[in-house]
Nanobody
Framework: QAQLVESGGGLVQAGGSLRLSCAAS????????MGWYRQAPAKQRELVAT???????NYTDSVKGRFTISRDNAKNTVSLQMNSLKPEETAVYYC??????????????WGKGTLVTVSS
């Protein structure tokens, strides 16, 4: 069964750091981009960061310089190092994997989410 397993969420004080990790099960093939999204209470889900197979990264402006996304292609894992966290970044963080491409249909996978709470 294809699934993404996230870990690393929790409670941290403002200015603190957390590291999120996500592992894609072996049944997910031809992984393309990997990334993290977040959804705060009463808000829409938004992109946080993405990373391509060859390591190109993209960040939403508000996290640039504080968050770092990385991946291990051999292990099908993606991580998000979050530093200098702010209370407004309290949200459920979701791992996302895009598989397929190069003439094949794109398939989007989502993790169940991990809660990050930043206290002031």
């Amino acid at each position: 069964q294809a699934q993404l397993v996230e870990s690393g969420g929790g409670l941290v004080q403002a200015g603190g750091s957390l590291r999120l990790s996500c592992a894609a099960s072996g049944s997910i093939r031809s992984i393309n981009a990997m990334g993290w999204y977040r959804q705060a209470p009463a808000k829409q889900r938004e992109l946080v960061a993405t990373i391509t197979t060859d390591g190109r990264t993209n960040y939403t402006d508000s996290v640039k310089g504080r968050f770092t996304i990385s991946r291990d292609n051999a292990k099908n894992t993606v991580s998000l190092q979050m530093n200098s966290l702010k209370p407004e970044e309290t949200a459920v963080y979701y791992c996302n994997v895009v598989a397929g491409g190069l003439g094949r249909p794109l398939i989007y996978y989502w993790g169940k989410g991990t809660l990050v709470t930043v206290s002031s």
